[in-house]
């Protein structure tokens, strides 16, 4: 961050925070449509090495209008088509998607988002690396089908082995660290790597709610340990991280955290305020943050909330009766 203080990018309160895209500029926030952005930033001849979003869903939320499939389908690909005209040659693309729900009770069809997109992506020849799923404990609660405790993440590349991955910075401590190679020319030696394991495709990280550290008032904000994951891994430091669909800046604390560049857009002006302050409260230390491999919390086995009640205990239909 050192060398962004001496180009001159940072105030009395942190980095300066543009509002329209400069190719210098370490962070800007575009208020507006997410085509204007991608154009301006294209124009300049710039390329972003990750865009990573979580776009809207198309459920009436008050930052989107409801349509058909096909229309949101048909919105989602002038979106992707215009985010590949800066994306680098060894640059990744990531969409973070859960699920339209069409219909009411038990009229409810589920349209999982990031099958319907595949082939929007495949029409544009980019290859598939990862289909992740994000796992989280807590959420709505269903009574006439299974409670949604997943999102996915889809990575794409362009068409080639010259992408930027960096497992490294990525690694998660090992679950048998103390594991040796039992056969072979390596029997006994450890089998395992010392900087750790590869994370794997299944991420469990808690989902943004109300106790959440980082909640703001947005209603689908996404965890910043979870991009930070994919700012690290298929990113280096300098590179531009784009999103379209910026909210209250979730991508661009994560790039910045990393001395990364970061740029975005949204529509609504009191998201990108919010977005302001969380870059302020970054630089000044004084935004929460839930580190990105902390451990999901779970209660103690002594704890008055793991603990069966009695009167569950003493219910015939209970699965805890005479446990």
């Known amino acids: 961050m050192s060398d962004y203080r001496q180009m001159g990018l940072f105030g009395e309160d942190g980095p300066q925070v543009n509002a329209a895209y400069d190719e210098d500029a370490l962070v800007t926030f575009f208020h507006g449509d997410r085509l204007d952005l ?61 699920n339209y729900i069409e219909g009411s009770s038990r009229r409810k069809e589920t349209f999982p988002l990031d099958i319907v997109l595949y082939p929007v992506f495949k029409e544009f020849n980019l290859k598939l690396r990862n289909r992740i799923v994000w796992h989280f404990g807590h959420g709505y609660h269903e009574r006439v089908r299974f409670s949604g405790r997943h999102e996915t993440i889809l990575w794409f590349t362009w068409d080639t082995e010259n992408y930027t991955f960096n497992l490294d910075p ?69 590179n531009l991280v784009v999103d379209p669909y910026l909210g209250v800046g979730t991508t661009a604390i994560a790039a910045l955290k990393n001395d990364r560049r970061a740029a975005g857009a949204d529509t609504e002006e009191k998201y990108l305020s919010i977005a302001r302050d969380r870059v302020r409260g970054l630089y000044a230390g004084t935004l929460s943050v839930r580190p990105r491999d902390k451990p999901v919390h779970k209660p103690q086995k002594t704890s008055s909330l793991a603990q069966v009640p009695d009167e569950w205990r003493n219910d015939s239909d209970s699965i805890f009766a005479d446990v």
């Open 38 to 98: 991608l154009k301006s930033i294209a124009d300049t001849g710039s390329e972003a090495e990750l865009i990573v979003t979580s776009p809207p869903y198309n459920l009436g939320k008050e930052y989107e209008v409801r349509s058909s499939l096909d229309e949101y389908i048909e919105r989602q690909r002038e979106t992707i088509e215009a985010c590949l005209e800066i994306l680098s040659p060894t640059g990744s693309i990531c969409w973070q998607v859960g």
């Open 170 to 238: 990525v690694r998660v401590p090992q679950k048998y660290p103390g594991k040796r190679h039992y056969k072979g020319p390596n029997k006994g030696e450890l089998s395992g790597n010392p900087k750790g394991k590869n994370p794997s495709d299944i991420w469990e990280m808690p989902n943004v709610k109300a106790n959440h550290p980082e909640k703001t008032e947005h209603p689908c904000q996404f965890p910043i340990g979870l991009v930070e994951r994919l700012v690290l891994a298929l990113t280096n430091e300098g």
